[in-house]
């Protein structure tokens, strides 16, 4: 296993040491991994089980359940698009539909520049802003297609290191 940068090393220690058990860190440490090798690789796995004193595949079940931990490479910008109840009764056509569509991407695809994952996803808290998505951390509110196509748009333009996932 290549070694981790001292910074990340002192992050995962002080996850480590601020809770009674390891294992309750479990989750901090696969997040932390994961924007260090930016997608949550078997390398990573193997490193937060060492960490934890967890088996992978303890770590396995973990990563699988949670969305926001991404087990397989994704974009630089990772879009979890809201598909429950309330997001649909805002738009008579599918958001997450539209995205696919747009992106020429199948569901959980990226697209073939790297930028865009798109993930359909669970109720994520912002209902009265229906329909809304999550881009690596940052709500999109009351979507139609001309504000989506707006938001890609500007997403394939900006220069900035985007902020990672949560
Ligand atoms: S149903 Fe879409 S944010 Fe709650």
Redesign the pocket.
Known sequence: MASLPEQLEDELHALITAVAHPQEAAIDVMYALQQHYGYLCDEAIQYAATLLAMTPLELESLATFYDYLYRRPVGRYVIHV?D????WMFHQDSIFDYLCRTLGVPPGGTTEDGLFTVLPAA?????HN???MLINGRFYDRLTPDRIDAVLAELRTATEEPARCK
């Open positions: 809201c429950s109840v309330i997001c109720c994520i808290g912002n209902c229906a329909p809304t």
